[in-house]
């Protein structure tokens, strides 16, 4: 993970509970387009696995 590596080129120690702090404080929701194109749907079309229903 390149943030351990920088963070070690300064020689920071951290305590086994402040990785996943700062990992929780910089996470955020990635939104439009984002949320659209990783939908269920959006994967199906995109790999194949779209059904069609012939019409009568």
């Known amino acids: 993970m390149q ?3 920088d963070l070690g080129a300064l020689e920071v120690d ?3 509970s402040q990785p996943a ?3 929780e404080a910089s996470a955020f ?8 194109l990783a939908s269920d749907h959006v994967r199906k079309v995109t790999s194949g ?3 069609i ?3 009568r």
């Open 3 to 5: 943030l351990e590596d």
């Open 21 to 23: 702090r700062l990992d």
């Open 29 to 36: 929701e990635l939104g439009f387009p984002h949320d659209g």
């Open 14 to 16: 951290f305590t086994t």
């Open 49 to 51: 696995d779209l059904k």
């Open 53 to 55: 229903e012939t019409r």
